[in-house]
């Protein structure tokens, strides 16, 4: 139970050292995405590099300064557009740029960088150079324009005078005013002169172009014209609409007719089939109705006939009676078909076959026979219709199918046409625009400061002072020149420097800081000193010095505070296994597995201690323990464990040697066998703790973390490379292993203070030797 609360009151007290989490996003942010305190270490850990490179360069720009002859400049103002609403309206420019009105400012905008450009071109310095040379022979185009400025007076990003400033420096007063003078000349007459060369040219390339143009605008016009008369259109889209229309009327008329064909027709064969006519034996029989003497005709022999009838039934046909009827009706029906001859003429002969023509037709069947006839008749008024309809409408079709090609050459014919009249109206336009602005004589541009150099009240010129800003520029280059190279010195170093500079580069919690001390070979503390390191007889116990080095409680107090980060590491989940590994050798992995164990079993933990690196074992010669059996007999010879595991003279602390060097047992580290081990190594003792060997080109720790908690990562300030331990770091992220944290081995005292430790304490000096034969101790080797 003590054990437990001094565990927990530790731990408690630890964790305030533990490192702590960033207290806002903001803080987060700064510490991921915008930290600069890694270059901020950098510069102040080689201030003297960068203090002195920028002494070194700053001095020698003062002196070179110092050295160099005076220097003289001067320069000219030229008013480049019309400046008064009267000058702009006599300028000859506003005749076509304004069309006959008031221009406005923007009539006359200049583009200034375009301007500048060509007023420091070679062509216009050239001229320049050639009239300074009569004076100056060896004056070149370089000291030119290496000595002139041209540029445009106030801010560009405001409102800005129409002016442009031409400055000119020189160490020969003389020749400033020289080439000042000519330069404003030169200026001047290009305002004029080259403007109007190439006025002139822009109207000859204009003539060059424009009859190609007129002959394009004519060929075109002409394919329009001649696909126009071909077509027999004006305006395709408007003729198309038209044209769909109709289309849309006639499909109305043809409906409208099939459905009174319909109608007609449905009539004529009911009358047809009530009638038993056809129309032309109607027209027959209501012909022959309708005449007088065939109706008298009909009547007598519907009179002989009732007589036949009455006269037969007591007669018979052999009698002179029933003869003199036949005979009769045989005369009344020559009679009567020779009258229907006479009456129907030579058309309608054929159609007394049909006996219900000779009949007697009634008023009502003389009024169906009539709508019949009409029935029939508008049945073929349809029908012509409906063939007429149908016709136009095949050839609106055809002509409406051809409209689309005939609409899309249109198209593209007109849309030719306007761009070459526009392209044609655009340039006789400029070619009278051009040669308006040719014809001008008057200097567009006007000298507002004439070229003048600053002079003394005895007409003396004055150099320029010397460039404050010039200096003050170069010394904080020095100093940017001077941190780079800081940088890049440590970037060569490719090491870890400050506790910070691990906190920076590797994403893993810091659980420790182990400081470095001469007596970390000791395990046990107050021990007796090393023979070698008995005090003279002349000193007396408290006059002992206090050790260079870190107090031996600062170095114990960091493995109390790796533990406690270990054990509030993960919530509810205690670590039961972790690898110790490191990413080159030397970091100083082994010493910290050893205290780390050792701290572990002092509050009451059972700890075994495995030696995993069965390439170079060390374990053993720390603890003066033989290791003729360990690790690589359990994985060969498959003996138990438990056999192997040998106790020390720590109170449960326990250690499992790696045994005989072996390279097989190496290769055995995969195997399912060793995974078997660590299980049951794992449910035995409390914390099991395995010093592997180096990450970098071996494969043994990463075999052996894969079945652990994690890994407990050494790093060695001033030691590790930067680049290996980033290159392994990748590798396990690579592998997906389990990471714990970051041990930062050996720091100096500076950087365990800035870390967050309190004020370490002066250690107590040691007590005198009583007795010349030691106590038992272990003795480590120097980490």
């Known amino acids: 139970m003590e054990n437990e609360h001094t565990l927990e009151a530790s731990s408690n007290h630890n964790l305030s050292k533990a490192p702590q989490q960033p207290a806002n996003e903001f803080d987060e942010l700064i510490r991921k995405g915008l930290n600069f305190r890694p270059y901020v270490r950098s510069i102040v850990r080689n201030l003297w590099l960068v203090a002195g490179f920028a002494t070194a360069l700053s001095t020698f720009t003062v002196l070179r300064s110092a050295s160099q002859p005076p220097v003289y400049g001067g320069g000219f103002q030229l008013l480049v557009e019309p400046l008064t609403t009267e000058a702009r309206v006599a300028n000859p420019l506003a005749v076509t740029r304004a069309d006959g009105g008031v221009p406005n400012r923007e009539a006359f905008g200049l583009d200034y960088p375009s301007q500048i450009a060509v007023l420091q071109s070679p062509g216009v310095l050239a001229s320049i150079v050639e009239a300074v040379r009569k004076e100056y022979p060896s004056f070149s185009e370089g000291q030119l324009r290496s000595g002139l400025t041209v540029g445009r007076v106030g801010d560009v990003l405001i409102e800005s005078p129409k002016i442009i400033e031409v400055r000119y420096t020189g160490s020969d007063p003389h020749l400033v005013e020289l080439v000042l003078e000519e330069t404003a000349k030169r200026y001047l007459r290009y305002s004029l002169e080259d403007r109007k060369t190439r006025f002139s040219e822009g109207i000859k390339f204009i ?240 000298l507002v400061v004439p070229p003048s150099l600053p002079k003394d009240a005895a007409g003396n010129p004055i150099p320029f002072p010397s460039d404050r800003r010039r200096l003050i520029a170069m010394m904080l280059a020095s100093v940017i020149l001077g941190a780079g190279l800081a940088l890049l010195l440590d970037k060569l170093r490719d090491i870890f420097f400050t506790v910070e500079d691990v906190q920076d580069a590797i994403d893993l919690p810091v659980l420790g800081v182990v400081p470095y001390d001469r007596d970390a070979g000791y395990l046990q503390d107050n021990l007796p000193p090393r023979e070698d390191e008995l005090p003279d007889d002349d000193l007396l116990e408290d006059d002992l010095p206090d050790d260079e080095g870190v107090p031996v409680s600062l170095f114990q107090e960091g493995f109390s505070t790796l533990y406690a980060s270990l054990c509030f590491l993960s919530e509810g989940v205690p670590v039961r296994s972790l690898a110790v590994c490191s990413a080159a050798p030397g970091d100083g992995k082994t010493t910290i597995a050893l205290h780390l164990a050792d701290t572990v079993a002092s509050m009451g933990r059972n700890v075994l201690l495995v030696d995993g690196n069965l390439r170079h074992p060390d374990l053993h010669n720390r603890f003066d323990l033989i290791s003729q059996k360990g690790l690589s007999e359990v994985l060969l010879d498959g003996l138990d464990p438990e056999s192997v595991i040998q106790p020390t003279a720590i109170k449960n602390l326990s250690i499992l040697a790696a045994g005989q060097v072996s390279i097989g047992a190496v290769r055995l580290l995969a195997s399912k066998h060793m995974q078997e081990v660590m299980a049951k190594l794992r449910q ?100």
Do not use: C
């Open 207 to 446: 003539d060059s172009q424009l009859p190609e143009l007129r002959e394009r605008v004519n060929t075109l016009q002409n394919a329009l014209q001649s696909l126009q008369q071909q077509y027999d259109v004006i305006s395709p889209d408007a003729q198309a609409a038209q044209i769909s229309g109709q289309l849309n009327e006639i499909a109305q008329q043809e409906n409208q007719a099939r459905k009174e064909l319909r109608e007609q027709a449905t009539l004529y064969t009911t009358l047809r089939s009530q009638l038993s006519l056809s129309p032309e034996e109607g027209i027959a029989a209501s012909a022959l109705s309708q005449d007088p003497g065939y109706r008298n005709l009909q009547q007598q022999m519907q009179s002989l006939e009732q007589q036949i009838a009455i006269d037969s039934a007591r007669l018979s046909e052999e009698s002179p009676v029933m003869r003199a009827h036949r005979a009769k009706q045989r005369n009344l029906q020559n009679l009567m078909a020779q009258n229907a001859q006479r009456i129907l003429g030579q058309n309608l002969s054929g159609a007394t076959s049909n006996p219900q023509v000779m009949a007697f037709q009634n008023d009502v069947r003389l009024g169906l026979i009539q709508k019949m006839v009409d029935a029939s008749n508008q049945i073929r008024v349809l029908q012509a219709r409906n063939e007429e309809v149908a016709r136009v409408r095949r050839e609106l079709q055809a002509r409406f199918q051809q409209f689309p090609e005939i609409a899309r050459r249109y198209t593209d014919l007109t849309r030719q046409l306007q761009i070459a009249t526009r392209n044609l109206d655009q340039l006789s336009s400029q070619r009278e625009t051009l040669r308006i602005e040719s014809a001008q004589t008057e200097v567009p541009w006007e």
């Open 684 to 783: 035995s003792f409390d914390l099991v703790i395995y010093d592997t060997p180096h990450l970098l080109g071996l494969t043994d720790a990463e075999f052996l973390a894969a079945n652990t908690d994690g890994i407990l990562m050494v790093v060695g300030v001033r030691q590790t490379k930067r680049s290996v331990a980033l290159q392994v770091m990748q590798h396990i992220t690579t592998y997906r292993l389990q990471s714990l944290g970051v041990v930062a081995n050996h720091p100096r005292r500076q950087a365990i203070a800035s870390f967050g430790y309190y004020k370490p304490f002066q250690r107590p000096p040691r007590r005198q030797v009583v007795s010349a034969k030691p106590a038992f101790r272990f003795r480590l080797k120097p980490h």
